[in-house]
């Protein structure tokens, strides 16, 4: 009796083997860039802050798309003698369906400035 043939069997399993490990490796790069995508909202939201604080809102929402992941909304808002920023991106891109970087930052406007 011949013993079965699984001739290409190797081959098969490297291929399957080689589109797990560049899956892997692609979600990896995916999540370094959201991580920096994270970062560069949370520059850029302090930023912002810190620029509407001395009274030059839109200097400081200049500053913060020029900082954020390309494509974030910049929100800011002033109450009284605080500002309040809000900087919302999707990450790498929106290659990440689904996920959202955000960061929030907030300051008290310096005395004698209206913001």
């Not at 069997?9 to 860039?33: F, K, Q, R």
């Amino acid at each position: 009796m011949r013993p079965p043939r699984d001739r290409g069997a190797v081959t098969v399993e490297a291929a399957i083997a080689v589109g797990v490990l560049v899956l892997v490796i692609a979600m990896g790069i995916a999540g370094v860039g959201a991580v920096a995508d994270q970062i560069r909202c949370v520059d850029a939201a302090r930023e912002a802050a810190r620029l509407a604080a001395r009274g030059e809102p839109e200097r400081g929402r200049a500053a913060a798309v020029a900082i954020a992941p390309r494509g974030a909304a910049v929100d800011i808002q002033v109450a009284g003698d605080t500002v309040s920023v809000a900087v919302r991106a999707e990450p790498v891109g929106g290659l990440l369906p689904g996920i959202e970087v955000s960061a929030d930052a907030y300051a008290v406007a310096e005395p004698g400035v209206a913001p």
